[in-house]
């Protein structure tokens, strides 16, 4: 059974930046398509960004693009998302997930079936 562990979430004003960790239980993510998920209260949970392991293919949701960043540390298996210039409306759990190796652009998160804790992350304006 994976697990995923996620870090750095925290509270910051609009345009800071904040970089989300995720880390694994596995000894390599490179069997997976891994990417970050966010649910704001009351609202749905939405996709944010997603990449395979092998081949670095990466989609991001529009909201996002051009202002958060994934990357991988292949060597100790975990993944990071970097947020540059947060908006109030950033504000949500932050969830790391993963799925066996599939489309990066398939944003359903039923599809996914690992999923780490959620961490916090809260732009104030």
């Known amino acids: 059974q994976m697990t995923l562990v996620e870090s750095g979430g925290g509270l910051v004003q609009a345009g800071a930046s904040l970089r989300l960790s995720c880390a694994t239980s596995e000894r390599s993510f490179s069997a997976y398509t891994t990417g970050w998920f966010r649910q704001a209260p009351g609202k749905e949970r939405e996709f944010v960004a997603a990449?395979?392991?092998?081949?670095?293919?990466?989609d991001y949701a529009d909201s996002v693009k051009g202002r958060f960043t994934l990357s991988r540390d292949t060597a100790n298996n975990i993944l990071f998302l970097q947020m540059n210039d947060l908006k109030p409306d950033d504000t949500a759990v932050y969830y790391c997930?993963?799925?066996?190796?599939?489309?990066?652009?398939?944003?359903?998160?039923?599809?996914?079936?690992?999923w780490g804790q959620g961490t916090q992350v809260t732009v104030s304006s």
């Open positions: 997930a993963a799925r066996w190796f599939s489309s990066v652009t398939d944003h359903r998160p039923g599809e996914y079936r690992w």
């Open positions: 990449t395979s392991w092998t081949g670095g293919v990466t």
